[in-house]
C-alpha cells in the first residue's frame, strides 16, 4: 500500500515560476521527506520535516506539514528546466524504525 | 565514492526463470531495502533488512526473496512465482533509524521475454 497520495499528478510550468506539490498521508508520522527522480534514475533526498515543525526551508525549496490534516506541500521558486523530474513524499510512521512509505509522485516539467 | 551499487542496469529474464539483482553498499548502513516501480508510478516496498541477518516483508513480498549475509550486501531474487515481475527495480540503504536518509542506487530494469 502507499502511505502518501501526491498532487497534482503532473504539472508544467515555465522557467522562472513557482512550482507547488501536495502530499496527502494516512497515518500518523513521525518524519515526511521529499525525494526527487530523474527519468530512469535514482531518488535523491530533498528536504525532511519533522512532525513536530509547520514549516522548513533549504535554498530554493520550501516545505509546510499540516498533521491535522494529514498533509504537507513542496514549494519549489524560481524553477530551472533542471528541477524537471518526479517528485515523491515519504513518510516513517511510529513504531516502523526507518521504514518509508512513498506517494505516487508529481511529473514536474519545467520549459525555458 | 561512496553509494550503492546496483547489477545489472538491464536484465531480461525468460518465463520460468528466478533472477537475482546485485546491491552492494559501502556507507556502512544497516538497514537496506528492495523497491519496486512501475512505470509513472510511485514506490512500493519489496523486502528490508534493519541488520545483518534479518529482515522482514514489505507490502510486495509475494514472489521475491532476499538474504543479508554480510551488512554491505541485500541481494534480491525475483522467482518464477512473480507473475509481473517486468519493473523498475531500487535498491536503497540508510542508518536505520527513524528520520534518517535513504539513499538510493541507480536501479535495474527487469524485463521478461
Known amino acids: 500500500s502507499q502511505q502518501g497520495e501526491e498532487d497534482p499528478q503532473a504539472l508544467s510550468i515555465q522557467e522562472g515560476e513557482n512550482a507547488t506539490m501536495n502530499c496527502s498521508y494516512k497515518?500518523?508520522?513521525?518524519?515526511l521527506q521529499w525525494y526527487r527522480q530523474n527519468s530512469g534514475r535514482g531518488l535523491v533526498h530533498l528536504i525532511l520535516?519533522?512532525?513536530?515543525?509547520r514549516e522548513k526551508h533549504s535554498g530554493r525549496l520550501r516545505v509546510t506539514l499540516d498533521t491535522s490534516k494529514k498533509s504537507s506541500s513542496l514549494l519549489i521558486t524560481a524553477s530551472r528546466a533542471a528541477d524537471t523530474a518526479s517528485y515523491f513524499c515519504?513518510?516513517?510512521?511510529?513504531?516502523?524504525?526507518?521504514?518509508?512509505?512513498f506517494g505516487t509522485g508529481t511529473r514536474l516539467q519545467v520549459t525555458l | 565514492d561512496g553509494g550503492i551499487t546496483q547489477s545489472p542496469k538491464y536484465l531480461f529474464r525468460k518465463e520460468g526463470q528466478n533472477v537475482t539483482l546485485s546491491c552492494e553498499q559501502n556507507l556502512n548502513h544497516d538497514a537496506m531495502y528492495w523497491y519496486r516501480q512501475d512505470p509513472g508510478q510511485g514506490l512500493r516496498l519489496i523486502y528490508y533488512?534493519?541488520?545483518?541477518?534479518?529482515?522482514q516483508k514489505g507490502d510486495i513480498a509475494e514472489g521475491y526473496s532476499v538474504s543479508r549475509e554480510k551488512k554491505e550486501s541485500f541481494p534480491l531474487t525475483v522467482t518464477s512465482a512473480q507473475k509481473n515481475p517486468t519493473a523498475f527495480y531500487l535498491c536503497?540503504?540508510?542508518?536505520?533509524?527513524?528520520?534518517?536518509?535513504?539513499?538510493f542506487g541507480e536501479g535495474s530494469w527487469l524485463t521478461v521475454v
Open positions: 497515518t500518523s508520522i513521525n518524519n
Open positions: 515519504a513518510t516513517d510512521a511510529p513504531g516502523t524504525a526507518s521504514k518509508l512509505t
Open positions: 533488512s534493519q541488520i545483518v541477518n534479518d529482515f
Open positions: 520535516i519533522r512532525s513536530k515543525k
Open positions: 536503497a540503504s540508510s542508518r536505520g533509524y527513524s528520520g534518517n536518509t535513504i539513499y
